[in-house]
């Protein structure tokens, strides 16, 4: 079994910059990859950004710019520097990753984190 603990979220002004942050524990063989996700409410959960083994990085289009995800497979752990935050950023960010699982038998899973609240308001 993964645990994925969230944190780094919190309220903070249009213009503003957060860090969200996220460490995997458990049995874990090696990361495929590890990705953000968030979701407001009304809205479909949507990826903002993920980072691959090999350190491939991609980003949701309204994120670009302003977002940057790093990821350090060593201590599996992942983070998201958010700049120049915007109210439209407001929502649950979820933590994603795949990984390499099994007590008898390997599989790649993907195991999700219970999500971190970041509002962006004045």
């Known amino acids: 079994q993964v645990q994925l603990v969230e944190s780094g979220g919190g309220l903070v002004q249009p213009g503003g910059s957060l860090r969200l942050s996220c460490v995997a524990s458990g049995s874990i063989f090696s990361i495929n990859h590890m990705r953000w996700y968030r979701q407001a409410p009304g809205n479909q959960r949507e990826l903002v950004a993920g980072?691959?083994?090999?350190?491939?990085?991609n980003y949701a289009d309204s994120v670009k710019g302003r977002f940057t995800i790093s990821g350090d497979n060593a201590k599996n752990t992942v983070w998201l520097q958010m700049d120049s935050l915007k109210p439209e950023d407001t929502a649950v960010y979820y933590c994603?990753?795949?990984?390499?699982?099994?007590?008898?038998?390997?599989?790649?899973?993907?195991?999700w984190g219970r999500g971190t609240q970041v509002t962006v308001s004045a």
């Open positions: 980072v691959t083994r090999g350190g491939a990085t």
């Open positions: 994603n990753v795949n990984v390499l699982v099994g007590a008898t038998r390997l599989s790649w899973k993907d195991f």
